[in-house]
């Protein structure tokens, strides 16, 4: 339960207040209601709310609607919302630990981006304790493939094109193989295809199942090139002040819905496949050459990631390929 006293706290953000009876909290995340980590993060707020008899109640406010993706750490940081999902790549200027998620061919399978995220979560509690953000959970996405309006065999047959980019990785991602980053929001994908704005993007089936690429783009390419993920942060004053038994419940919460979303998220990765096939998309798998390109820009940002970074990257990269 709540401590009376803590139902006095109150959030003012776009004209929202606690009500007398109940905290309120407010959570905006990037996605829209059909993703699994929208879906998860309304079961968690509904766990929450059940096991503290509704003395904390958790608003999800889904598809960016309350605060644009780009700005969600901020408002968390700053207290403007409690707590927030955050595609993780999105921070890789805030500090290198965030790039870990984000490059590609490091970790391609979901075995091996379990362990990487087991590898890289010490550091990235540490960077957000200093940002006055808590990690909750993260929830996984399905292997990145590459989409497009033509079959793509080589780097040589998207050269020139424009890439969409979501991040300071995939930016960079972009340049190195010869085409131009464009920053494009997942709510914005399809338009920006219609209008010619991107030419090909690189981003899970999910996001493509769910934007119904087939209605602006023929091809997916399942490069497997790198398995992002969202987290869920809270802030650090706003996660104190509630009871001891309260924060229990929250993390416990949070823990079941993590272990539920890297569980969920396998199924979803052949579903949202089958899927793209079954509505005309040509589905394939990388040529030789194309992989062997792929792989070498996947070398060439690995080791940028650790010349520009510290010891603690280094510690990471050790702990993961043991």
Same mark, same amino acid.
């Given at each position: 339960?709540?401590?009376?006293?803590?139902?006095?706290?109150?959030?003012?953000?776009?004209?929202?207040?606690?009500?007398?009876?109940?905290?309120?909290?407010?959570?905006?995340?990037?996605?829209?209601?059909?993703?699994?980590?929208?879906?998860? $993060?309304?079961?968690?707020? @509904?766990?929450?709310?059940? /096991?503290?008899?509704?003395? +904390?109640?958790? =608003? #999800?406010?889904?598809? &960016?609607?309350?605060?644009?993706?780009?700005?969600?750490?901020?408002?968390?940081?700053?207290?403007?919302?409690?707590?927030?999902?955050?595609?993780?790549?999105?921070?890789?200027?805030?500090?290198?630990?965030?790039?870990?998620?984000?490059?590609?061919?490091?970790?391609?399978?979901?075995?091996?981006?379990?362990?990487?995220?087991?590898? $890289?979560?010490?550091?990235? @509690?540490?960077?957000?304790? /200093?940002?006055?953000?808590? +990690?909750?959970? =993260? #929830?996984?996405?399905? &292997?990145?493939?590459?989409?497009?309006?033509?079959?793509?065999?080589?780097?040589?047959?998207?050269?020139?094109?424009?890439?969409?980019?979501?991040?300071?990785?995939?930016?960079?991602?972009?340049?190195?193989?010869?085409?131009?980053?464009?920053?494009?929001?997942?709510?914005?994908?399809?338009?920006?295809?219609?209008?010619?704005?991107?030419?090909?993007?690189?981003?899970?089936?999910?996001?493509?199942?769910?934007?119904?690429?087939?209605?602006?783009?023929?091809?997916?390419?399942?490069?497997?090139?790198?398995?992002?993920?969202?987290?869920?942060?809270?802030?650090?004053?706003?996660?104190?002040?509630?009871?001891?038994?309260?924060?229990?419940?929250?993390?416990?919460?949070?823990?079941?819905?993590?272990?539920?979303?890297?569980?969920?998220?396998?199924?979803?990765?052949?579903?949202?496949?089958?899927?793209?096939?079954?509505?005309?998309?040509?589905?394939?798998?990388?040529?030789?050459?194309?992989?062997?390109?792929?792989?070498?820009?996947?070398?060439?940002?690995?080791?940028?990631?650790?010349?520009?970074?510290?010891?603690?990257?280094?510690?990471?990269?050790?702990?993961?390929?043991?």
């Amino acid at each position: 339960m709540l401590k009376k006293t803590l139902l006095t706290t109150s959030i003012v953000f776009g004209g929202f207040l606690s009500t007398v009876n109940a905290a309120q909290w407010h959570m905006p995340t990037p996605y829209g209601d059909a993703n699994l980590p929208t879906k998860l $993060a309304y079961q968690f707020a @509904e766990e929450v709310k059940q /096991k503290t008899d509704g003395d +904390l109640n958790i =608003t #999800v406010h889904s598809g &960016a609607s309350l605060v644009k993706h780009t700005e969600i750490p901020r408002a968390v940081k700053t207290g403007q919302v409690q707590m927030g999902e955050i595609f993780i790549g999105i921070m890789g200027n805030t500090h290198p630990v965030f790039k870990h998620d984000n490059i590609p061919f490091l970790a391609t399978n979901f075995d091996d981006a379990e362990k990487l995220w087991q590898a $890289a979560k010490p550091e990235m @509690e540490k960077q957000l304790k /200093k940002e006055g953000m808590k +990690l909750l959970y =993260t #929830v996984a996405w399905p &292997a990145q493939g590459l989409y497009t309006k033509k079959a793509i065999n080589s780097l040589a047959d998207i050269e020139g094109s424009r890439m969409r980019a979501y991040s300071p990785s995939t930016s960079r991602l972009a340049d190195l193989m010869d085409t131009t980053p464009t920053t494009i929001q997942v709510p914005e994908i399809p338009q920006a295809f219609s209008t010619g704005i991107i030419d090909a993007m690189i981003t899970s089936p999910t996001t493509g199942v769910n934007g119904q690429a087939w209605d602006y783009l023929s091809h997916y390419n399942d490069i497997q090139a790198w398995i992002p993920k969202n987290m869920v942060v809270v802030n650090m004053r706003s996660f104190k002040r509630l009871d001891k038994d309260v924060q229990k419940i929250i993390l416990a919460a949070a823990a079941n819905v993590e272990k539920q979303g890297w569980e969920q998220v396998r199924i979803n990765a052949k579903q949202d496949t089958d899927s793209l096939a079954a509505n005309g998309i040509a589905v394939s798998t990388p040529t030789a050459q194309l992989t062997g390109e792929f792989n070498k820009i996947g070398e060439t940002m690995t080791q940028e990631w650790i010349d520009e970074s510290g010891p603690a990257i280094k510690t990471l990269l050790e702990n993961y390929q043991q």
